[in-house]
């Protein structure tokens, strides 16, 4: 089946709400959106939404790359060689996760519709639900509580709290959300590489015995030998996020003593289903788990996330709640969550429908 024609754009979407992390703050995000129509008028539709500040580009620049020469040559195309074209693409366009991911989804889901199935089962899908973290910004005590009761009556059973700017106001805001929900919530922590080993000694020795899930990314980029001062159930409980942006850093944490047990797969830093493949085949035979993540993003690459993260078996936890603050998408459907449990559907490639 030919593909007869691509078409890209960019579209700046309103958040519900603002929101803090360490090193910023959101109140919108600009989205980059691809399709692929094929000669039966089926369309497969990607998207991308990389962070700059972690992986070098820009929304603007994947939507520039999704209009070049190289992009509009996949007409004419057999939709049956995909994985061909992705190769291809990773090799025409390094070191742009975005754009990577933009094709690599758009083209899976054309692939799916084509073939009538979805890309979890042409992957071998191993789960069919588990349960999403919703994120909580950096905030004071009292609004950290509010938000959590309004998650807690949505449904949702486990918090990921945004911290790294003052350890001891983290400390007081996961002691206090503990003290309100006990077991009610499980709770992971995202530092955002804002720690130093002295903040994080800190930070561990202070929730010890609250049973938090996961650290995730809690020191700069670069620091990573500095984790070794940590005995390893303390850094079994690190998961690796800006430090992990493709294979090759997969296969060098992996290595004899292993400074993270839990590595974050986004498809927004890999540049999409293939990369993130190449990144679980590692972990998996390095007995570690994933823990698949996003950034603000469409359904549609939300989606693509779940279907891979559940044709994994060594895939532990999802924080897939980066469409869900979105005042607009694109598409509808592709999953729905059921007391904070995402479940995709069986419809053919990623299941979504056009608005």
Not at 1 to 13: D, F, H, P
């Amino acid at each position: 089946m030919k593909i007869v024609a691509v078409r890209s754009y960019l579209k700046k979407m309103a958040l519900t709400k603002p929101y803090t992390i360490a090193y910023n703050t959101f109140s919108d995000v600009q989205l980059a959106f691809f399709e692929i129509e094929l000669a039966n008028g089926m369309i497969g539709y990607g998207s991308g939404s990389p962070a700059e500040e972690v992986v070098g580009e820009t929304t603007e620049q994947t939507v520039a790359n999704l209009q070049t020469a190289f992009v509009q040559n996949f007409v004419g195309r057999d939709i049956r060689h995909f994985q061909q074209i992705i190769f291809q693409t990773l090799q025409h366009f390094p070191h742009l996760p975005g754009t990577q991911a933009a094709i690599d989804i758009a083209l899976h889901d054309a692939f799916g519709k084509y073939m009538g199935i979805s890309v979890a089962e042409f992957y071998g899908q191993k789960m069919n639900s588990l349960p999403t973290s919703v994120t909580i910004g950096i905030k004071n005590v009292q609004d950290t509580l509010q938000e959590a009761k309004a998650y807690q009556a949505m449904g949702f059973q486990i918090l990921k709290v945004k911290t790294g700017i003052e350890v001891n106001e983290d400390i007081e805001r996961v002691v206090k959300l503990k003290e309100q929900y006990g077991h009610q919530f499980k709770i992971r922590v995202d530092a955002n590489q804002g720690y130093s080993i002295t903040d994080l000694q800190k930070f561990i020795a202070a929730t010890k015995g609250m049973d938090l899930e996961l650290i995730e990314q809690p020191m700069p980029v670069g620091t990573e030998s500095e984790l070794f001062t940590l005995d390893w159930p303390d850094r079994k409980l690190l998961a690796a996020d800006e430090s992990l942006k493709n294979s090759q850093a997969a296969l060098h944490f992996a290595s004899n003593e292993k400074p993270f047990g839990i590595y974050n797969i986004k498809l927004m830093k890999c540049g999409g289903i293939v990369g993130a493949l190449g990144i679980a085949n590692i972990a998996q035979n390095a007995l570690i788990d994933l823990f698949w993540g996003c950034n603000d993003e469409s359904i549609i690459s939300i989606t693509a996330a779940l279907h891979v993260a559940y044709a994994c078996p060594n895939t532990k936890y999802i924080d897939l709640d980066g469409s869900l603050d979105l005042a607009e998408d694109l598409v509808k459907g592709g999953f729905e969550i059921v007391k904070g449990e995402m479940r995709i559907n069986t419809g053919a490639g990623f299941g979504f429908s056009i608005i």
